[in-house]
């Protein structure tokens, strides 16, 4: 049973308890207190502290703490309900959509969009909260709190003993480089006192410090790090040969302007993953705990001595950093379709967004599609008015692409089947785009890239990047420590 409760105080000035889980909606708190006092839920809300509650979500995501108390209030606006839009998406990835009505039941729905199942075991998911066996056909999309809008379900095939590991974990992946080995140190437990020749005694321990001092150093990684130092010597060791570089240079297809080339991330190499991790991995330890702290306090530091700015200084910072990415001659910009198709083209960074959108244009079965383009997460449209600088995809960017309509192809894209005949790999993406920036391509296939690169990417823009005070920004003179400005009347004390 949960510990869980709220209260909830009526428009007739009775307290009403209720015992909840994390799981439970707010809509189904709201019915159970309108159906015992004899009121209409859809002419009722729930406040917490003057603001309305939302209805449809659960009560572990809306915020409330445990114990709180929520005022039912009358109001003016009917709550209708509407179709929902339910999306149900398969572990293959496979996705059946429809509409119903808030009082369909989950097996109603998996019936009519899996008609083909035969499987038995089917786990339906939503927002964490996991139906099946007999629950399938007595839970509803209204005590989900789905009453209008659209939402995604997705359909599992789990036996009960299973939905107990943690979810919503994906497997960790291999390091391609191996760790350097270690020499253990073995430690002898003697389990009873024995008498030892003295010259003996001395040999065996300066045996084992000799051991101790040639063995290699073991620096422990700060928190966050996911590369040890041996990994990334050996990364930076890997060389691509001159046949590899020549079948790279093969695959290389070019299919328009802009030096413009496609791929598909389906044809990557698949990783090779471990098995997942116990749910122990995840438990925080001391020293973590201890990083952490001292990872806050080195940040709220930071925000304290950051100087105080007027918008005029923080409009002449933008300028700074527009000018700083600005000396990139090229930046490379790539397209993500629905389909997992990619357009990689060269642009420069006072091109405008409608310039990627007429190349985009020129790939399309439909040339006259009506499309947008944004970045995510979150998602954002980009104006097509606004430079590439200015929307921070210099020196590169991953652009998603997205449109209302549905006009593909007969090979299911919206990129057109001659230019689908053209595609090239993903390494030989990477290493045209390396080639177009004017980059070195030694060691960039596989690994990560050298140090030039590095500070081109650093570059483009990052939120954790300290501000830098302009030249022009000058200490107050109550903050510095030249004599010039101690009054006369201060002594320092000796």
Request: proline fraction near 6%; charged fraction near 30%.
């Amino acid at each position: 049973m949960s510990n869980q409760s709220i209260t909830i105080l009526t428009p007739n000035g009775r307290r009403q308890t209720l015992k909840l889980t994390p799981n439970t909606t707010l809509l189904e708190v709201l019915e159970q207190v309108c159906r015992k006092f004899q009121l209409d839920p859809n002419r009722h809300i729930l406040r917490h502290h003057n603001k309305t509650v939302d209805l449809s979500g659960m009560f572990r995501f809306s915020g409330l703490p445990n114990n709180c108390l929520l005022e039912m209030e009358e109001t003016e606006h009917v709550r209708k309900e509407a179709e929902v839009h339910i999306v149900l998406q398969s572990e293959s990835g496979d996705r059946m959509s429809g509409d119903f009505a808030p009082a369909t039941t989950l097996e109603e729905i998996l019936v009519r969009l899996y008609p083909k199942r035969n499987e038995t075991n089917w786990v339906i998911i939503y927002m964490r909260k996991e139906v099946y066996g007999a629950d399938l056909a007595t839970t509803t999309l209204k005590t989900l709190g789905l009453t209008s809008g659209k939402a995604m379900l997705r359909l599992l095939q789990r036996n009960p003993e299973e939905l107990r590991v943690q979810a919503n974990v994906s497997s960790v992946l291999l390091p391609k480089a191996q760790p350097a080995p270690v020499v253990p140190v073995v430690h002898e437990k003697l389990e009873q006192p024995m008498e030892v020749d003295p010259q003996v005694k001395d040999d065996k321990m300066t045996t084992v410090a000799d051991s101790q001092n040639n063995s290699p150093e073991v620096k422990k990684p700060k928190f966050g790090d996911t590369l040890t130092e041996p990994d990334k010597q050996l990364e930076k060791r890997e060389t691509i040969s001159p046949e590899e570089m020549q079948r790279l240079e093969e695959e290389i297809r070019i299919v328009g302007e802009n030096d413009a080339v496609i791929f598909s991330l389906d044809s990557a190499a698949p990783r090779v993953q471990e098995k997942d991790l116990p749910d122990s991995f995840f438990d925080l330890t001391i020293d973590d705990v201890r990083l952490l702290l001292r990872d806050l306090k080195d940040q709220a530091k930071a925000m304290d001595d950051a100087p105080l700015l007027t918008a005029k200084l923080r409009e002449m910072e933008n300028d700074r950093k527009v000018l700083k990415l600005l000396q990139y001659k090229k930046t490379i910009i790539r397209i993500q379709f629905p389909d997992r198709h990619v357009l990689q083209a060269t642009f420069n960074p006072i091109d405008t967004l409608e310039c990627v959108t007429n190349l985009v244009r020129q790939h399309l079965q439909n040339p006259q599609l009506d499309f947008h383009l944004f970045t995510t997460p979150p998602k954002r449209i980009l104006p097509l008015e606004s430079r590439l600088v200015e929307l921070q995809c210099v020196p590169q960017a991953v652009i998603h692409f997205g449109t209302e309509q549905d006009e593909k192809s007969d090979t299911g894209s919206y990129l057109s089947s001659d230019k689908l005949m053209n595609l090239t790999s993903p390494d030989a993406a990477v290493l045209h785009a390396m080639r177009s920036r004017g980059l070195s391509v030694n060691s960039i296939i596989g690994t990560k890239v050298d140090g030039s690169d590095e500070e081109m990417a650093g570059a483009s823009g990052s939120s954790t990047q300290k501000p830098r005070i302009p030249d022009n920004f000058h200490k107050s003179s109550a903050a510095s420590t030249s004599k010039a400005s101690v009054p006369k009347w201060f002594k320092n004390p000796k």
